[in-house]
């Protein structure tokens, strides 16, 4: 079974402090994702990499930043977390090509 | 980028069939659309995907009208484990190559026992 782990289920912040949120996949996959969810908008996408080292920016990419430095892990930066940013973030991942996204189960992330 | 439309929420009595609807009226021809259901606390989870054919597999079938503009998802028997948010996506090919998707809102299915 793929399995996509995120680093924690549930994470408290404070305004201003730079925050990590980890994802590891152990499929090989090539793609990479971040998405945040929030009540009644769905599953927006922040950034994804199609290699290590190579990212693109999704539809919400303001405030955030990634890092991919091995194919497994696929990290989301905010560097200077604000209230806006307190959400759901799901990582997925998925082989080059028309194939299916894999979901981690998710980081509820506060910032107070 | 094509955008997708479904109800907010839809009941279903155990044991009969769910159909779940989806308008995706501006997709383009290449572009498939993907199924994802999301159990509460989880990960959103592949279902079935299409282009141009229906399709089926065995979690649900996947009806798409001639013209593409809408779907419907078919889950044949419902139980109450297949309570969840449905997410109709359309799969889009970005400037890099890569495929992603482009999620909908959602249907919150509620199956009665």
């Known amino acids: 079974d793929v399995k996509v782990t995120q680093s924690s289920r549930y994470l408290v912040k404070r305004t201003g402090e730079k925050v990590f949120l980890e994802c590891v996949q152990d499929?090989?996959?090539?793609?990479m994702f971040w998405y945040r969810q929030d009540p009644g908008l769905g599953l927006r996408l922040i950034y994804f990499?199609?290699?290590?080292?190579?990212?693109e920016k999704g539809d919400i990419p303001e405030g955030y930043s990634v890092s991919r430095e091995k194919k497994e892990r696929f990290s989301l930066i905010l560097e200077s977390a604000s209230t806006n940013q307190t959400s759901m973030y799901l990582c997925?991942?998925?082989?080059?090509?028309?194939?299916?996204?894999?979901f981690g189960p998710g980081t509820r992330l506060t910032v107070t | 980028d094509a955008k997708t439309t479904q109800p907010p929420s839809m009941d279903c009595a155990e044991g009969r069939a769910a159909n779940l609807p989806c308008n995706h009226s501006?997709?383009?021809?290449?572009?498939?659309v993907y199924w994802y259901r999301q159990i509460h606390s989880q990960g959103p989870q592949y279902i079935i995907h299409?282009?141009?054919n229906n399709e089926t597999n065995e979690m649900a079938s996947l009806i798409i009208t001639e013209d593409r503009k809408s779907s419907t998802l078919i889950l044949p028997h419902a139980t109450l484990r297949d309570t969840a948010v449905y997410y109709c996506?359309?799969?889009?090919?970005?400037?890099?190559?890569?495929?992603?998707?482009?999620f909908g809102t959602g249907t919150r299915l509620k199956v009665l026992a």
């Open positions: 997925a991942s998925s082989f080059e090509g028309p194939y299916e996204q894999y």
């Open positions: 990499s199609y290699d290590v080292k190579m990212k």
């Open positions: 499929m090989d996959h090539e793609n």
């Open positions: 501006t997709i383009s021809g290449n572009e498939y």
């Open positions: 299409g282009l141009k």
């Open positions: 996506i359309v799969r889009t090919l970005t400037t890099s190559g890569t495929y992603k998707y482009i």
